[in-house]
C-alpha cells in the first residue's frame, strides 16, 4: 500500500482548547513516514541506490510514477518521498533521500539450491530499469531462507558467494544468520543471504532493511574517499608551496618583493578555500553515513560464528581505514587554512612595518626640505628688507632734492644716509610682525 500523503493542517484548537503546534502533526507523520516491510521467508529482494544529486527528486518520482502506471497502480502524490505498493508479483519499495533513491523490488519465492539465480529485478521491465535518472552507486540481491534451508554450512556459503572472503554472523539473539561477501558479482550485484531462525514478520523486514542500509550507506560513505586522495595530492603541493614562500619570507626581502609575496599567499589561501569548499560537503556526508553505517550494526547484535569474520569487523578492517583518510584530509585543510593564515598576518605585518619606516623617512625629508624652505625665506626677507630699504631712501632723496629746488635749505645726500639706518629698523621691525602674527 502507499504512504499516507503530507499531512493535513493541524486544527486550532484541541480538546478542552488547547492549543496545538503548527508542525506537531507534520513531524508526527514523519516518525511513521518510512515503516519497514513485514517479510515472510523464504522472499527474496533486488535493492537499487541511484544517486540523482539534490534537485533529483521530482525525476525520480516520474520514473516510479510511470512505472506504476504501467501496472495500473497508484503512483507517489507530488510531495512524496516514501512509496511503497504492488505491482503484481512484485513489491516496490522507493525512497527518496537527500541526494539519492532507492529501489527495493521484493518477491515471495520458494527456497533454491542456487539462492541467486532468479533475483527480482529480472521480472521489472528492463527499459525502465536503463532509465532510470542517475547513476547507480549501489545494486544489492537479498535472499531471506527459511529455517529449513538455514542449516547452511561455511563450505556451501563459500559456493554460493564464489569465494572463502565471507563475513557473517548470527544476528538479533541468534533469530537469524546473515552472510555476506560485500563483492560486486559477474552481473553488477552485492550479495547477501539471511538465514531465519524465527523472525517475526515485522522483525524480518526490520533486518533486511537494517542489512540494505549498512550497503548503502557504506558505499555512500565510501564516496568521500576518492576525493580525498585526490584532495591530499593538492594539499601536498600547497604544502610545498607554503613552505617556500615563508622561506623566502625569512629573508631580507626588498618591499616590492614583500608585496609580491603577499599576492603569492593570497593566491594560495583562495586556493586552499576552493579545495575545502568543494570537498566539505563530501567528507561531511560520509562522516554522517559512517555514523549510520555503525549504528545500524549495532542494531544488529552480532554474535561471532566460529571461523568467521563478523560484519562489524568486516567494516572495521574496510571501511574504517578510508574514512580515518577523508577525516585526515579534512584535518590538514582546516590546519592549512590556518596556517596560510598565520603566514599571511605576518607578511602583512612586516608590511606595515616597512611601510611605517616608509612614512617616517618621508616625514623626516619633508621636514628638513621645510627648515631649508624656512631658512631660504628668512634670506629672502634679509634681501627684501634691503630692497625695500633702497627704494624708500631713493623716494626720499626724490623727495628732498624737491624741496631744495623749492628753495629749502637742505642737502639730499646728507638727507638720503641719516634715513638708511632708519628705514632698514623700521622695515626689519615691520616684517619681524608680520611674521609673528601668519605664526600665530
Not at 493535513?8 to 507523520?29: I, K, Q, S
Not at 617556500?244 to 583562495?270: C, F, Q, V, W, Y
Not at 582546516?334 to 596556517?339: A, D, K, N, V
Amino acid at each position: 500500500m502507499s504512504s499516507v500523503p503530507g499531512a493535513a493542517p493541524p486544527p486550532a484548537f484541541l480538546f478542552g482548547g488547547l492549543r496545538e503546534h503548527a508542525t506537531r502533526r507534520v513531524l508526527d507523520h514523519e516518525i511513521h513516514a518510512r515503516p519497514s516491510e513485514e517479510l515472510r521467508a523464504p522472499a527474496r529482494a533486488s535493492h537499487l541506490a541511484v544517486l540523482s544529486g539534490p534537485d533529483g527528486a521530482a525525476a525520480d518520482r516520474a520514473h516510479v510514477a510511470e512505472l506504476c502506471w504501467r501496472y495500473g497502480v497508484e503512483p507517489p502524490a507530488s510531495n512524496e518521498v516514501f512509496h511503497a505498493i504492488d505491482l503484481g508479483p512484485l513489491r516496490l519499495r522507493w525512497e527518496r533521500h537527500t541526494e539519492f533513491s532507492s529501489y527495493t523490488f521484493l518477491r515471495a519465492e520458494p527456497d533454491q539450491d542456487d539462492p541467486f539465480a532468479a533475483p527480482p529485478i529480472a521480472s521489472v521491465p528492463s527499459d525502465w530499469l536503463a532509465g532510470l535518472p542517475g547513476e547507480v552507486l549501489v545494486a544489492t540481491h537479498v535472499i531471506l531462507e527459511s529455517g529449513g534451508s538455514a542449516g547452511r554450512d561455511l563450505a556451501n556459503m563459500q559456493a554460493v558467494f564464489g569465494t572463502t572472503n565471507i563475513a557473517g554472523s548470527r544476528v538479533l539473539g541468534g533469530a537469524a544468520v546473515a552472510w555476506s561477501d560485500f563483492r560486486i558479482h559477474p552481473d553488477g550485484f552485492d550479495r547477501l543471504l539471511v538465514a531465519d531462525h524465527g523472525l517475526s514478520p515485522r522483525q524480518a523486514g526490520r533486518l533486511v532493511q537494517r542489512l540494505l542500509e549498512i550497503e548503502t550507506y557504506r558505499m555512500l560513505a565510501m564516496l568521500g574517499f576518492p576525493n580525498a586522495r585526490r584532495s591530499s595530492q593538492e594539499l601536498n603541493g600547497v604544502e610545498r608551496r607554503l613552505a617556500e614562500i615563508t622561506g623566502r619570507m625569512t629573508g631580507n626581502e626588498a618591499p616590492d618583493a614583500e608585496a609580491k609575496l603577499l599576492t603569492e599567499l593570497s593566491d594560495l589561501a583562495a586556493e586552499v578555500e576552493r579545495g575545502a569548499a568543494t570537498s566539505t560537503y563530501r567528507f561531511a556526508a560520509s562522516r554522517a553515513y559512517r555514523t549510520l553505517v555503525e549504528r545500524r550494526i549495532e542494531e544488529l547484535r552480532e554474535e561471532r560464528i566460529e571461523g568467521l569474520q563478523t560484519l562489524e569487523e568486516f567494516m572495521e578492517r574496510r571501511l574504517a581505514p578510508a574514512m580515518r583518510t577523508v577525516e585526515a584530509v579534512r584535518e590538514r585543510q582546516s590546519q592549512l587554512s590556518e596556517r596560510v593564515a598565520r603566514a599571511t598576518g605576518l607578511l602583512r605585518t612586516r608590511v606595515d612595518v616597512t611601510l611605517q619606516q616608509q612614512n617616517q623617512a618621508l616625514l623626516a625629508s619633508m621636514n628638513r626640505r621645510a627648515d631649508l624652505q624656512l631658512r631660504l625665506q628668512e634670506t629672502v626677507e634679509g634681501l627684501s628688507v634691503v630692497v625695500l630699504s633702497y627704494y624708500l631712501v631713493s623716494l626720499l632723496g626724490y623727495l628732498v632734492k624737491a624741496l631744495s629746488k623749492a628753495g629749502l635749505p637742505l642737502n639730499p645726500e646728507i638727507v638720503s644716509g641719516a634715513a638708511v639706518p632708519v628705514a632698514l629698523a623700521a622695515l626689519t621691525w615691520k616684517i619681524g610682525r608680520m611674521r609673528k602674527a601668519l605664526a600665530h
